[in-house]
Each structure stands twice: as structure tokens, then as C-alpha cells.
């Protein structure tokens, strides 16, 4: 069946510019996460979304990053005024049964955004 | 300080050698996961262990969990050139549906 997919698979955009990132998780599960990876480096948890409930939106660095998902599918990563400091591989990752840590999570591909 | 420290941060050796890599902590965890990350791509679970001392065993491939449950480790026999990624190593944070990643070991095998 259809993995998680994420678009687009590149950004590149200009200092101080807004960019929105989307990602659409496995139909049927509940739990959905952003993370974001710097080169050479690991995950950094971002946002979790589980069903109606409200996000976690512990992980998300400033006021300028935002998510939204609607119900159960489609989730947008919205980074505003965008910095240098941004540029990172945004993955997304979805999860059955309310998302519990040893649950397998499964990725998309990312979105490579550069931020010149 | 990082919560997992993965050792080494970086492999390369030649096809058919043997190598170990290394997920450690100073915490003590319920459940430890591999996963495994090639360019381009997201991450792509390979095992997870909760038993302390658990040995798991996929093909090539060794996983353990140490007896206190505060590191692991990834044995490969015979690396072949498909096992070329980067081995991420991930527990649970301090919800239950958090997960905490190692830096990961980007590891290279060279035909």
C-alpha cells in the first residue's frame, strides 16, 4: 500500500520568505510527527498530532514554525519569516494505536529545504 | 550532553568485514529501537528490543540490549555494500509516544 508521502521533496527559498511543507500520513493512523534533521545529526521532534486530540507542540523551536492537520489526514508544516538556520531535511512520520514510542513510526522521504 | 551516544559516528570498511556499532546512555529505558536512514530516504524501523540482555537476530544483522537496559548494540556480519546507511538508535522520551534518536553512525561499505 501507499507509504507516507511528503511534498515537496526540495524547498529552496530566500531568507525572511514563508514556506509550507505537507505531508500525507498512511490512511489509518492516528498519530502523526514532524521532526527535523541537520546534516550529520539525528531527529529532533518537532510537533505530534494523535486523532482530534490537542498537539504536542512541545518540540517546535519558535513562534515562527506552526502545524496543522486536518482530522486524520493531511498535515502542513508552515515555517514563517524563514532563517539561514532552518535548513534541515523536515520529515514526517505516522504511527498506528496512539502513537506509543515503540511503535514502529513510518517516515516519508523528507523535505530538504534550504534557506538562502 | 546527548541522551544516546552512538559509536562510532562514522564506519567505512571494506565488503565482507565484520563491525559493531554502539548505542549508549546513562538512562535506563523500557524499549529500545534501530532504525536505519539511506539518502534521500526517511528512516525505516529494523528492530525493537525491551527485554534486558534480549539478543535479536534479522539475517546478517545482530542486535543486544544490555542487561541494565542502557545501551544496545548492532552487530553486522559480512557488510555488504546494501548495508551502507545511517543506523539511528531511538527511546522513548518523556511521554509515551515520544522518541528521543541518537546522532547515528553513518556507516560505509565499500565493494
Known amino acids: 500500500g501507499a507509504g507516507v508521502s511528503q511534498s515537496p521533496s526540495n524547498k529552496v527559498t530566500e531568507k525572511g520568505k514563508d514556506v509550507e511543507l505537507r505531508c500525507d500520513p498512511i490512511?489509518?493512523?492516528?498519530?502523526l510527527y514532524w521532526y527535523r534533521q541537520r546534516l550529520g545529526q539525528g531527529l529532533e521532534f518537532l510537533i505530534y498530532f494523535q486523532g482530534n486530540s490537542a498537539p504536542d507542540k512541545s518540540g517546535l523551536p519558535s513562534d515562527r514554525f506552526s502545524a496543522e492537520r486536518t482530522g486524520e489526514s493531511v498535515s502542513t508544516l508552515t515555517i514563517q519569516r524563514t532563517q539561514q538556520e532552518d535548513s534541515a531535511v523536515y520529515l514526517c512520520a505516522s504511527s498506528t494505536f496512539e502513537g506509543l514510542a515503540r511503535n514502529e513510526q513510518f517516515f516519508g522521504p523528507g523535505t530538504r529545504l534550504t534557506v538562502l | 550532553t546527548q541522551l544516546l551516544e552512538q559509536s562510532p559516528q562514522f564506519l567505512s570498511i571494506q565488503e565482507g568485514e565484520n563491525l559493531t556499532v554502539y548505542c549508549n546512555s546513562s538512562s535506563v529505558f523500557s524499549s529500545l529501537q534501530w532504525y536505519r536512514q539511506e539518502p534521500g530516504e526517511g528512516p525505516v524501523l529494523l528492530v525493537t528490543v525491551v527485554t534486558g540482555g534480549e539478543v535479536k537476530k534479522l539475517k546478517r544483522l545482530t542486535f543486544q540490549f544490555g542487561d541494565a537496559r542502557k545501551d544496545s548494540s548492532l552487530h553486522i556480519t559480512a557488510a555488504q555494500p546494501g548495508d551502507t546507511g545511517l543506523y539511528l538508535c531511538?527511546?522513548?522520551?518523556?511521554?509515551?509516544?515520544?522518541?528521543?534518536w541518537g546522532a547515528g553512525t553513518k556507516l560505509i561499505i565499500k565493494p
Open positions: 531511538a527511546v522513548g522520551g518523556n511521554s509515551n509516544y515520544q522518541l528521543i
Open positions: 490512511s489509518g493512523h492516528t498519530a
